[in-house]
């Protein structure tokens, strides 16, 4: 039984991760810690396991691996503590909201020589895994262009304040595009340039809810992006994850997250799209445990999460100075 513990519930994720865990033959959730003591019992009472509320008796626990669900710019300090402590370790994206912070977080990992997985799930969903099947058959020939997008409902809270989260949608929402693409295409970025702004929630919130990126792949691909906090809160799902990827051979359509059912809800007066189909969740967490066992990397990397920083970095610093920027 591999035994993994979870460090805050700050992101909305940790529950998903924390039920994949109970989930699992193979896996237990092993002890919960999290900065905020409330939340903390909270979800240990949900999850059925204790809450340890110093964070050094909770590393020196009996655990394996830790998944870091933290705000973005506490990712580095967790890391470290958990690689000096011997855990596997599994971080939420994005990795760190900067490039410094996201080297030392794979430099500490590879010192402790810890395993470091970075919390990708859109690398298991299943219209994108065929996507990538179809690429690598060589059945489309050379791609030429991508056109993506991410949005999403305005999550609020300390994603909306610059100083934890270290940018807004833009952040929040380009990681994602920027690792399925590097995933697909086993190429990397080379350029990027981006528009951004506050243009939907100038009333409630202090970071950007759009984005709008250009950039250039290994090989002269063009990709457009758009990242945003868009969708209304009456939206039937939180958001999506679109590509259009044209090719020498043809156009693949990918919309990850089209295995839906309608729902007319009465009682909460709203429609939404309920899922049917596989959890990405489900198979990064299973991932992680199998790597914990294998004493291996997780299949999406610490590097990984470092070269989507690198992107999103990349994007701020364009805008700011209105010029495209080299990878």
């Known amino acids: 039984m591999i035994k993994i513990g ?16 109970k989930s699992l033959p193979d896996a237990s959730l ?74 030392a977080i794979v430099a500490a990992c590879k010192k402790a020589r810890v395993g470091l997985g970075t919390a990708f799930p859109c690398r298991y969903a299943l219209p994108l895994m065929e996507a990538k099947a179809q690429l690598d058959s060589g059945a489309f020939g050379t791609v030429y262009a991508v056109a993506c997008t991410n949005h999403g409902q305005a999550p609020g809270g300390w994603f909306a304040d610059e100083a934890l989260s270290g940018g807004g949608a833009t952040m929040d929402h380009t990681v994602h595009v920027a690792d399925l693409l590097r995933w697909m295409l086993g190429k990397e970025f080379t350029s990027v340039y981006c528009e951004l702004g506050n243009q939907l929630h100038q009333k409630t919130l202090k970071t950007d809810d759009l984005g709008s990126l250009n950039l250039e792949m290994e090989g002269g691909i063009q990709v457009s992006h758009l990242a945003s906090w868009s969708r209304p809160k009456t939206f039937p799902t939180w958001g999506d994850v679109t590509l259009e990827i044209i090719c020498e051979g043809g156009v693949i359509n990918v919309d990850a997250f089209n295995q839906k059912l309608t729902c007319f809800d009465d009682n909460a007066k709203r429609v939404g799209w309920v899922p049917w189909g596989d959890n990405p969740d489900l198979g990064l967490i299973q991932d992680f445990v199998n790597a914990v066992r294998d004493r291996r990397d997780p299949a999406v990397t610490g590097v990984d999460g470092l070269r989507a920083t690198e992107v999103t970095e990349a994007a701020y610093k364009a805008f700011r100075t209105g010029k495209v920027v080299k990878l």
Not at 6 to 21: G, T
Not at 85 to 98: D, R, T, V
């Open 6 to 21: 979870i460090m805050s519930f700050a992101h909305m994720h940790a529950n998903s991760y924390a039920a994949c865990l």
């Open 30 to 103: 092993a002890a919960i810690w999290d900065d905020n003591p409330k939340r903390g019992k909270a979800m240990a009472r949900t999850f059925g396991a204790p809450f340890i509320a110093d964070q050094g008796a909770f590393l020196r626990g009996d655990m394996d691996g830790v998944i870091i669900t933290a705000e973005n710019v506490k990712h580095r300090a967790m890391v470290e503590a958990a690689a000096a402590a011997g855990k596997w370790i599994l971080c939420e994206k994005p990795l760190a909201p900067g490039v410094q912070d996201a080297k």
